[in-house]
T-cell receptor, first 115, second 114 residues
Framework: DTAVSQTPKYLVTQMGNDKSIKCEQNLGHDTMYWYKQDSKKFLKIMFSYNNKELIINETVPNRFSPKSPDKAHLNLHINSLELGDSAVYFCASSLNRNSGANVLTFGAGSRLTVL | AQSVTQLGSHVSVSEGALVLLRCNYS??????LFWYVQYPNQGLQLLLKYTSAATLVKGINGFEAEFKKSETSFHLTKPSAHMSDAAEYFCAVSDRFGNEKLTFGTGTRLTIIP
């Protein structure tokens, strides 16, 4: 039973399209994250939600909109896709927001290619 | 602001040789430090973490890391490399005051030579 699952695993689309990536965790964690990994493997946090509340919103274009319908799900919708959005997007979760010692559990990633 | 610097984007070692991956951190408050590993086409998974006074931390798969405050370092080592250790390794830092943001280094790709 996968702890953090993301769908789809691969996504190929044209510039200007809108797409969504879904994430679900079955660990009972309170906090969920979206990270972007670029072609050089650099990982940068985009968003974090704690129990459906947005707590971290890094400098990310408005075209990216996270949605958390409940604490087990965090989806990422991207409008008007651009070439620079091509990357691997990782969902992650942690027990709660109360300690910097929390370990993140990552999903397997969603590779987005914009043509 | 916190940051980590990983020296060497690529490291190659022979099977059975010592693995040493370097990480230096910068933090204005006492840090928590982590090493994560990413195997091809997979998400990251935790190798080990430093969160307390025990400066030598042992992790999974025979890896360990030593926190050296005077050198602001948290280097990852393994005495004898195995082919299955080939992966991307990320050092990361957060702080112990509840900052949720985990900041990653740029990663080191470890290649094992048969």
């Amino acid at each position: 039973d996968t702890a953090v699952s993301q769908t789809p695993k691969y996504l190929v689309t044209q510039m200007g399209n809108d797409k969504s990536i879904k994430c679900e965790q079955n660990l009972g964690h309170d906090t969920m994250y979206w990270y972007k990994q670029d072609s050089k493997k650099f990982l940068k946090i985009m968003f974090s939600y704690n129990n459906k509340e947005l707590i971290i919103n890094e400098t990310v274009p408005n075209r990216f909109s996270p949605k958390s319908p409940d604490k087990a799900h965090l989806n990422l919708h991207i409008n008007s896709l651009e070439l620079g959005d091509s990357a691997v997007y990782f969902c992650a979760s942690s027990l709660n927001r109360n300690s910097g010692a929390n370990v993140l559990t990552f999903g397997a990633g969603s590779r987005l290619t914009v043509l | 602001a916190q940051s980590v610097t990983q020296l060497g984007s690529h490291v190659s070692v022979s099977e059975g040789a010592l693995v040493l991956l370097r990480c230096n951190y910068s933090s204005s408050v006492p840090p928590y430090l982590f090493w994560y590993v990413q195997y091809p086409n997979q998400g990251l998974q935790l190798l080990l973490k430093y969160t307390s006074a025990a400066t030598l931390v042992k992790g999974i798969n025979g890896f360990e890391a030593e926190f050296k405050k005077s050198e602001t370092s948290f280097h990852l080592t393994k005495p004898s490399a195995h082919m299955s250790d080939a992966a991307e390794y990320f050092c990361a830092v957060s702080d112990r005051f509840g900052n949720e943001k985990l900041t990653f280094g740029t990663g080191t790709r470890l290649t094992i030579i048969p």
